[in-house]
């Protein structure tokens, strides 16, 4: 058990946002090892079909247990919504996704209340999170919005200025007239612009952060099975399937640190 709790974590998601759930990983375990895979030559995911989506996810988890990973985090909305239970059936090893950590947080922050949801427009069409809602025995509403800029702006380090709080005025404000006490931030993206977030949403709506969120249910299920790694000092190894120079820049920018990524082709 002690040789398998010193194998990697890895981590996927079809570009760069999912690296907001890699640091929170890092934050939460400090001495794990992490492998990052952004499927960057065929980002993005959400304007693919699930038959699509899920062939893809398929793919790169393949390479991941090939590489002797102990767990599968899909750092990745549109992952998580349309290929989760391919995942699981496939995968040798346990997967966590980000919506059902996400959901369950919202759970504990509104009760019987509106749960506000903010994704992608993929995100937000496929009624992901309503359906884990529903799942998980929510009771209260759930009301969403797509915010399809604010990818782009975060990509482009406008984290907080006056476009961006601009812009998240307009895409929040019908979401709030609901007066939600929970907002689940449903794009990896979007922890980057929380100070702009929660200054809009006003201090009684309780922001919800997938990737911290699932990072703490990943820490409790390593626990679990006796497989957390507590000493030592904990790595990262980064994979891109195209574009690694624009990844270095962008990884930079959401870590804090450089990454210097391999790159891996599949067929087709």
Same mark, same amino acid.
């Given at each position: 058990?002690?040789?398998?709790?010193?194998?990697?974590?890895?981590?996927?998601?079809?570009?760069?946002?999912?690296?907001?759930?890699?640091?929170?990983?890092?934050?939460?375990? %400090?001495?794990?090892?992490?492998?990052?895979?952004?499927? *960057?030559?065929?980002?993005?995911?959400? *304007?693919?079909?699930?038959?699509?989506?899920?062939?893809?996810?398929?793919?790169?988890?393949?390479?991941?247990?090939?590489?002797?990973?102990?767990?599968?985090?899909?750092?990745?909305?549109?992952?998580?919504?349309? !290929?989760?239970?391919?995942?699981?059936?496939?995968?040798?090893?346990?997967?966590?996704?980000?919506?059902?950590?996400?959901?369950?947080?919202?759970?504990?922050?509104?009760?019987?209340?509106?749960?506000?949801?903010?994704?992608?427009?993929? *995100?937000?069409?496929?009624?992901?999170y309503q359906e884990a809602w529903t799942k998980s025995g929510g009771r209260g509403r759930v009301v969403? !919005?797509?915010?399809?800029?604010?990818? %782009?702006?975060?990509?482009?380090?406008?984290?907080?200025?006056?476009?961006?709080?601009?812009?998240?005025?307009?895409?929040?404000?019908?979401?709030?007239?609901?007066?939600?006490?929970?907002?689940?931030?449903?794009?990896?993206?979007?922890?980057?612009?929380?100070?702009?977030?929660?200054?809009?949403?006003?201090?009684?709506?309780?922001?919800?952060?997938?990737?911290?969120?699932?990072?703490?249910?990943?820490?409790?299920?390593?626990?679990?099975?006796?497989?957390?790694?507590?000493?030592?000092?904990?790595?990262?190894?980064?994979?891109?399937?195209?574009? %690694?120079?624009?990844?270095?820049?962008?990884?930079?920018?959401?870590?804090?640190?450089?990454?210097?990524?391999?790159?891996?082709?599949?067929?087709?």
């Amino acid at each position: 058990m002690r040789r398998l709790g010193g194998l990697p974590i890895g981590v996927f998601d079809s570009g760069v946002g999912g690296l907001t759930v890699l640091r929170a990983l890092r934050r939460e375990m %400090p001495s794990e090892r992490l492998l990052y895979f952004g499927d *960057t030559a065929r980002v993005p995911y959400g *304007t693919k079909s699930k038959e699509t989506v899920t062939r893809y996810a398929l793919e790169v988890a393949a390479f991941l247990e090939g590489r002797g990973v102990k767990h599968l985090v899909v750092a990745c909305n549109s992952a998580t919504a349309l !290929a989760l239970p391919a995942l699981r059936r496939a995968a040798r090893v346990p997967v966590t996704g980000v919506i059902e950590p996400a959901v369950r947080a919202a759970r504990r922050a509104a009760r019987d209340g509106v749960v506000g949801v903010i994704g992608t427009e993929a *995100t937000v069409a496929s009624g992901a999170y309503q359906e884990a809602w529903t799942k998980s025995g929510g009771r209260g509403r759930v009301v969403s !919005a797509a915010c399809p800029l604010f990818v %782009p702006l975060v990509e482009e380090g406008w984290w907080d200025t006056e476009v961006t709080r601009a812009v998240a005025r307009v895409y929040l404000r019908p979401l709030l007239k609901a007066r939600p006490r929970a907002l689940i931030l449903g794009c990896t993206h979007y922890p980057l612009l929380k100070p702009v977030l929660s200054r809009c949403a006003g201090p009684k709506v309780a922001l919800i952060d997938s990737g911290s969120e699932t990072a703490a249910e990943v820490r409790l299920e390593l626990e679990s099975r006796g497989l957390l790694r507590r000493a030592g000092r904990g790595t990262e190894g980064f994979f891109v399937t195209d574009g %690694p120079e624009r990844f270095k820049r962008l990884a930079h920018r959401f870590l804090g640190h450089a990454a210097d990524p391999r790159v891996v082709r599949f067929e087709g």
